[in-house]
């Protein structure tokens, strides 16, 4: 069987061709093959983009600073830039001669080498006065920190799916009858009826030189050892095509959370209904797009010309407004995959066949350059943890495990998470003994990264789909209504309340009613605020998550806005998160207002003279501190850590609703900064609360500097008790 070892060893590095890079947002240009490109967009201020007119013989100082930057734009693409030699800032593309082209090249390897990364010469092409090169740099990764991009493959049945997937991860061609489709089948009955039914995952790595690692052994290799290698791993999401398995299909895309969706469409078939199905739900989650169409050695060429002039028409419909890109050339392969990157609207178009290998050498190079759709900043990584479930294993030796996709946060053997909720609402406090990420051992996983957790003392039968694993310090809560912004896709007539449709959101999919909407009846196309009623169990659900909701077919699509916890309290969309891993300094000013006190440079305080009358300011700020991870502020402060544990129990009594409760401990945390009559002025709401709180108060204020208000307290006590 021919492979594709040969192409990805021999590929080489003098690369001549003329392209033309034209803005995607106009409506009317498009992207495609040019003459001599004299001037590009200019270089963006953010991304992984970087423009260099030439580096000849850089200084020290200068080296140190191209360094630096080269880190900076690495960050921004997490793990890749892209870097143009011989152009302007302002995209002008000057050019260089042949030798200065080579020193600027040594120099930036020179640059890879102190940052860890490795580079690969993507193309090289006339200017003005001389060649201008791009080069892709991508840093090498350390066990279990590569870059990880998922990909849903979607499309109507028998348009080739799995069996272009099995191409692209074993390297060995089709044989006409399904010897590539069976390797990825994951039952018996699949390989029977050669339709894919269930929700499979596959990988293929890259190195850090843009080399594919699954096959550059005789022998194939597994997934750790192909894991093991990569700097760069591309996980399929191998999707059901048949109308019979939507509710599979559309699992598999809003709870694996894609980066891009492939739309896999035969050539020999056209456009079908079940393919705008799937196209209609990745646009509904907002996922990039692109196009593969199989079987173009079998299919006529006037019927592939009918099935390119269907999918361009859908493409630039007024609903999705794409500007088609027919990728024929490498050129169009890094064009395409910068304008990704810059988030333009583009749809690139690749036609393969899975028999004859033609185009698989192109979309090899744009698996390779596609880059990460993830924003793993600072904020996300530093949050506490929220993991989604959406597999579950027993493993023989091991115990429960599950999968799925760790939104938020960074977790390790040593987290103590909350699993729930049960068909209560409640969550469980449970341990991990083991993480895996593509079935290599890992010491932790941070945002982004879909890995498997096996959990100590937990039954399989005590975890099910669409529940999470979250930090205790995020206080879960379930929820059995919520409210939400919908748009209906299509119904057949009116829509109502106690309408019965599926919804999905994330890894969480059940049946659900309608109870209340704000017009009387809806129609396709409609607008409106609807709410939800679960059927069967309270759900952990995402305030601004987006949702599906279908009955059968999709019907239509919408955005959660407000959540109606199974305790009485709500949380609106746009609300202030339950902890933000850095909250802004006027939030931290208001918060030490409410205190008495405002920072200043050294950690000294200055009293704030509104303060002593901010009885929303008190609640604010014992909510602030039962977010965790602040207790240094104050303690900087001269606060003591008692008073910071009491901050918490605000905190808690304000989230029970437990206001009474939650003002007393916000007024006694505030003694250490407050004069005595300020707080004995809110003693008539202190004296009504039961004997062991007062008597906790009383004791608190006797232990401090106002003695004067504890002594009060105590006389209180005896009088009335």
Known sequence: MATFASWAE????????????????????????GALVDKIESEPQEGNVEYKFMLVDPTEERLQHLVTQMQWRLNEGNGEAFYAIGVEDDGTCTGLSEEQLLASLNTMKRMTELCVCDMTLLQRRKARKGWVAEVLVRRRAAEGDFIDMRIAVVGNVDSGKSTL????????LDNGRGLSRSQVFRHRHEAESGRTSSVSHHVI?????????????????????????SSKVVTFVDLAGHEKYIKTTVYGMTGSVPDYTMVVVGANMGVQ?????????????????????????????????????????????????????????????????????????????????????EGMQLLHLWLNLLPSQKEEDTQTRNELPQFHIDDTFAVAGVGAVVGGTLMRG???????????????????????????????????ARAGQSVTLALKKIKRAQVRKGMVLVDAGLNPKACMRFEAEIVVLHHATTISTNYQPVVHSL??????????????????????????????????????ANLLFREGRTKGIGRITVLHHIDGTTTNFGAQPEQPASPPTEMANE????????????????????AQSCDKSWMRAGTWFSRGRRNNVFESLGVSKSCCALGRDSGSAMCSSECRLARMHALVLAHACMTPPALAQHLPDIQPLSLTLRLRTTTMCLESKERDLGEALQHDLVRHD
């Open 10 to 33: 021999g590929r080489t590095q003098d690369k001549f061709s003329d392209y033309e890079i034209k803005n995607p947002d106009e409506e009317e240009q498009t992207i495609g093959i």
């Open 165 to 172: 997937v099995g191409v692209l991860t074993s390297g060995k």
């Open 205 to 229: 790595g890259f190195s850090a030189g843009g080399d594919l690692i699954n096959h550059t052994s005789l022998h194939p290799k597994t997934c750790p050892e192909i894991v093991r290698e």
């Open 273 to 357: 209904r079940m393919t705008r199905e799937h196209l209609g739900v990745a646009l509904a989650l907002k996922c990039a797009t692109y196009f593969v169409i199989t079987k173009i050695d079998m299919s006529p060429e006037h019927v592939l010309q009918n099935t390119m002039h269907d999918l361009t028409r859908i493409i630039k419909a007024p609903g999705i407004r794409r500007i088609p890109l027919v990728v024929q050339t490498e050129a169009d392969v890094v064009s395409a995959a910068k304008a990704m990157g810059s988030g333009a609207r583009i749809a690139p178009i690749f036609k393969i066949s899975n028999v004859t290998g």
């Open 410 to 444: 960074h977790v390790s053997l040593k987290s103590n998470l909350l699993l729930g909720p049960d068909s209560h609402g409640k969550f469980m406090p449970v341990q991990l003994k083991g993480i895996m990420n593509k079935s290599l051992a890992v010491n932790g």
């Open 507 to 544: 890894t969480v999919r059940q049946a659900s009613r309608v109870v209340a909407m704000a017009a009387e009846s809806i129609r396709t196309g409609d607008r409106t605020s609807v709410t939800f009623e679960f059927l069967f169990r309270p759900e952990f659900l995402v305030a601004g």
């Open 591 to 610: 918060v030490c207002a409410a205190f008495a006190f405002v920072p200043r440079r050294g950690g000294s305080a200055g009293l704030h003279p509104r």
